[in-house]
């Protein structure tokens, strides 16, 4: 038999096989009990089920991401530079804060920053548990995105940063004009995808406790399922991940252009 021809087989039983598991999994599940319990009518087609979830659930998940990337970016670039700094001290320093977040649990440092803080040392921080929320959300992005940063850092080719000191340009400004500029250019993907864990990461201050107001999509959710148009059913958790969904895929496809985009300009 041809090697070509084996190949076809090959893939020929595999697909049968795939469509036999997806044909048992359709005749085993019960179509009436799912619809009643994550696609329940009031829910998917009320908007006192959607509207919560939407202007406010939707909306404070994406004010939360935004605040918590915007200054864990800024965070981030500090730690990136002391990284790469010739100064000792800076460097152990910013390698202990990133190894250290890296290593921690998100939802542990959450609760730490929301609980743990103010009964240490009977301080709160600004915006209440919500905003120390937003402050592990900050800490924790800072040190994933300071190693993305300082790659891109390092990715700078030397020459560029020879020619603007030859031209001189201080060390500084070098950094500032020539390579930082750059260094952006080449993680906008992998900052993109930190974006998109973050959006998810918001989900974690479920844990902390909000006002209405305050909640989240993933908070919203879970007081449905426990009263509201659709208590006592999935159909408010099935409703929050669609929302995720509408959210992340656009930003995921994003990412995957932005990554095709720079194979074809290298």
């Known amino acids: 038999m041809k090697r070509s021809t084996r190949r076809r ?61 915007a200054f864990g970016l800024l965070l981030a670039l ?14 152990w320093l910013a390698t202990i804060y990133v190894e250290f977040f890296r290593g921690l ?6 609760i730490f920053m929301a609980f743990g803080i103010p009964i240490a040392f009977q301080w709160t921080p600004p915006g209440g548990t919500v905003g120390a929320g937003l402050l592990a959300l900050v800490m924790v992005g800072a040190a994933y995105m300071a190693e993305t940063l300082r790659a891109g850092i390092q990715a700078v080719p ?17 950094t500032v004009t020539v390579v930082l500029p750059q260094a952006f250019r080449i993680v906008i993907p992998p900052l993109t995808n930190e974006f998109v864990l973050l959006i998810k990461d918001t989900a974690l201050l479920s844990v902390i ?28 958790l099935v409703q929050a991940a669609a929302l995720y969904l509408v959210i992340t895929i656009p930003l995921t496809q994003l990412v995957a252009w932005l990554e095709r985009r720079q194979r074809r300009t290298r």
């Open 78 to 91: 500090v730690l990136a530079l002391m990284k790469l700094s010739p100064l000792g001290p800076y460097r």
């Open 105 to 110: 649990p998100a939802l542990l440092v959450i």
């Open 158 to 174: 030397k020459g560029q940063t020879e020619a603007a000191r030859s031209l001189g340009m201080s060390s500084g400004r070098t």
């Open 9 to 69: 087989l090959v893939q020929g039983v595999l697909y049968a096989v795939l469509a036999a598991l997806l044909l048992a999994l359709v005749l085993a599940a019960d179509w009436a009990d799912i619809k009643t319990q994550f696609f329940a009518s009031a829910g998917w087609t009320s908007w006192d089920s959607w509207g919560p979830l939407i202007t406010v659930g939707a909306k404070n998940t994406i004010i939360y991401t935004v605040i918590a990337f």
């Open 209 to 236: 406790g909000m006002q209405v107001g305050e909640r989240e999509v993933t908070t919203v959710a879970r007081d449905f399922f426990s009263s509201g148009p659709t208590a006592g059913t999935a159909t408010s």
